[in-house]
């Protein structure tokens, strides 16, 4: 019994440290090439200063009430932008995979929304919507939007004809065979669409936010635009950290999701 009990510790931290150390040694690598570009003089020290000045300048930054205010806009922003993407590319995806026609008639269209590039939209958004929070809106959607949705009609053409015939002859309707069937099969690449999905609407608020600057409404974007505007790069590094570290967050949050999915059908042994 005590034997188990300090085993158990041991593996975990053993885990804990299988997971961190090689994120420790990229990010050092990075920190050590960028202090070796830095003192290499490649550019002048107000174009590209070193970390130790880069990292100042974020503590100071952590330190005001506006860093915090812009951090809650941007990411209230990309969590109602995502949501709404959520819903409109998983209705979509859904119909398209069960409706030929339909699919024979937006199938390619959706594709070629999901390669369009983000800021391409913001004209038009602008333009119908104005300088407002409605045209970010908009952006993010069409970003994010068609990933899930093929995301959705990828995972739905994958799931084995066995369980559709399975579940039609234990008397499931339509509904209930994409409710507890179609649906649960297809969620593997279902997730891999909505980290695709994120990815793309974290990309164009970024893009939306330096275009579309709206007055007493700090945000990330607006902060990176209004350090390059007054030469403040310090400050601009440590805004681009700022989001690279949320973007991280969130893709690890979403990795966690996927491996446990994984791990409950057997398709992940040891991560």
């Given at each position: 019994?005590?034997n ?16 961190t ?52 806009t ?5 969590g ?20 030929k ?6 199938g ?17 958004a ?14 993010v ?16 053409d ?102 446990k ?11």
């Open positions: 019994m005590s188990t009990r300090f085993r158990l510790p041991t593996i975990t931290i053993r885990a804990a440290w299988s997971w150390w090689p994120k420790l040694f990229a990010i050092a690598l990075v920190l050590g090439a960028w202090e070796i570009l830095y003192l290499s003089e490649w550019r002048p020290s107000y174009v590209l200063p070193g970390p130790i000045e880069t990292f100042a300048a974020l503590f100071d930054m952590v330190g005001t009430e506006r860093f915090w205010l812009a951090v809650k941007t990411i209230t922003r990309a109602s932008g995502f949501l709404l993407a959520l819903v409109i590319g998983s209705i979509v995806g859904i119909a398209v995979a069960r409706i026609p339909l699919r024979l008639a937006v390619n269209v959706i594709t070629g929304l999901q390669v369009m590039p983000s800021i391409a939209w913001f004209p038009l602008i333009l119908v919507f104005g300088l407002n929070e409605q045209a970010i809106l908009f952006v959607v069409l970003g994010a939007g068609p990933s899930i949705a093929n995301g959705v009609i990828a995972g739905i994958h799931v084995p004809p066995a369980f559709t015939r399975l579940g039609r002859v234990l008397g499931a309707g339509p509904v209930a065979l994409y409710r507890d069937i179609v649906l649960p099969a297809a969620l593997p690449t279902y997730v891999a669409g909505l980290v695709q999905g994120w990815s793309f609407a974290w990309r164009s608020l970024m893009a939306g936010e330096l275009l579309v600057i709206i007055a007493e409404t700090p945000s990330l974007g607006t902060t990176l635009d209004f350090a390059r505007q007054m030469s403040k790069v310090p400050e601009l590094i440590a805004t681009m950290i700022v989001i690279l570290l949320i973007g991280m967050l969130v893709d690890t949050i979403f990795g966690t999701i996927s491996r999915i994984r791990r409950d059908r057997g398709l992940a042994i040891d991560d």
